[in-house]
DNA sequence: TGACAGGGGGTGT
DNA sequence: ACACCCCCTGTC
């Protein structure tokens, strides 16, 4: 028997301080729509997370859309200024939407109309990296395998006494491991957690990162442009990956991020057919303004419904 | 139930 | 343009 977040005990739920409600399928999309890969669904309208050092469940009021949330006992302390940061470290989401160009643009009208109260979350900037480098040519599924599987083997325990374990067991038990604990895991234990080319992206920027204390710090404290610059000269980061890493990892909101979904979607609905990803992203820094970002993921969530709508 | 293609939210050459 | 690596999903 290890200790594990379900065996110990939960603090009592706690009201999330905003009045605000959260439809179910805006919540869903907020924490498992591709900018995070560490929450599972749980029965009733509930999620389990880890980010950070930190787990929180966070359960939706049926009634009326309101959120709670509670952490094992001994974490739930450090758990609520974090879980602030992390979902609320943007800004209220509302007034972020409504200055943006939605009164000149129907489509984008229209996404927002559909996704009420979508946030882009603040997360730790060193994992968010990290899981954008598993993500090249990865569906969401894989990419939260990918990385369940870099905690349980790799991260240090939530929760003290907890033993790692070959395989993810069914809830989380570690916390994702830090660029320097990744620079000790050899090539190959990597390849052993599903991440196949990734592995060596990873090994390679996780010596770099040992190799320059403070790099990532910095980077992170940069303006935007020239914080992408340095992200991009890490192997395996493009200007995709350094741009979510930036939008979903350090409050960059004037990222934009271009993959497949996003070249698609401008291509069908802003006539940008033909167009480079590097026009795309220009054209959606210039068209959607300071907040390109949130413009970005508001398509991307719509896109993906109609994609299973149509399907 | 099990095998088998096909394709995948990108980067580097 | 194409390789990289290999797991998921749908299909027979």
Known sequence: MSSSPDSAAWSAWRRWPEEMSVAPHVLAETLDGGQSFRWQREPGDRWLGVFGGHVVRLRRDPADGTLSWSAPAPLAASAAPALTRYLDGN???RALADTLPWRSDAHLARCLA???????LRQPFGETLLGFLCSATKQIVQIKQMVALLAERHGAPLLPGAASAARPPPFPTHRL???????AVPEAELRGC????RARYIAQTARFLAAHPGWLEETESLPY???????CTLPGVGEKVADCTLLFGAGRLEAFPVDVWILRAMAARYGLQGWTP???????????GPLAGLAQQYLFACERQAARAGA
Do not use: C, M
């Open 278 to 288: 590097a026009q795309v992203a220009h054209f959606g820094r210039v068209h959607f």
């Open 177 to 183: 491991p830090t660029w320097p604990e990744l620079a």
């Open 194 to 197: 599903l991440l196949g080319f």
């Open 91 to 93: 800004g209220d989401p």
């Open 114 to 120: 559909a996704f009420p109260g979508l946030r882009i």
């Open 225 to 231: 442009a020239a914080a992408k610059e340095r992200l």
